[in-house]
């Protein structure tokens, strides 16, 4: 069983940066891909970003892209979210997720395993 452990979360104001991290455990990050969902308060689950194992491969949501970037550490079974510029709009619950087998997708349900979701919230 893959357990998923996000991380870094919290309050900012707009312009800020955090980063997010996800700890996997149970089964190693030898395949497929890991990435990241956000849910905002009464709006649908949405793709952020996800990345191969290999690394070489990488997605990134038109509405982060060049402020959010994507990047694990393999050795560590770990994935990052460096997000920059936040925005009030980029306010949600993250969510980390893995998909055991196959190459980088942005569906809700393409991936195996979820993380319970870590809250970020920017200020205006």
């Known amino acids: 069983q893959v357990q998923l452990v996000e991380s870094g979360g919290g309050l900012v104001q707009a312009g800020g940066s955090l980063r997010l991290s996800c700890a996997a455990s149970?089964?190693?990050?030898?395949?497929?891909?890991m990435g990241w969902f956000r849910q905002a308060p009464g709006k649908e689950r949405e793709f952020v970003a996800a990345i191969s194992w290999s690394g070489f491969n990488t997605i990134v949501a038109d509405s982060v892209k060049g402020r959010f970037t994507i990047f694990a550490d393999n050795a560590k079974n770990t994935v990052y979210l460096q997000m920059k510029t936040l925005k009030p709009e980029d306010t949600a619950v993250y969510y980390c997720?893995?998909?055991?087998?196959?190459?980088?997708?942005?569906?809700?349900?393409?991936?195996?395993?979820w993380g319970q979701g870590i809250q970020v919230t920017v200020s205006s």
């Open positions: 149970g089964r190693t990050f030898g395949g497929g891909a």
């Open positions: 997720v893995q998909k055991i087998q196959g190459t980088v997708v942005t569906g809700v349900g393409d991936y195996d395993y």
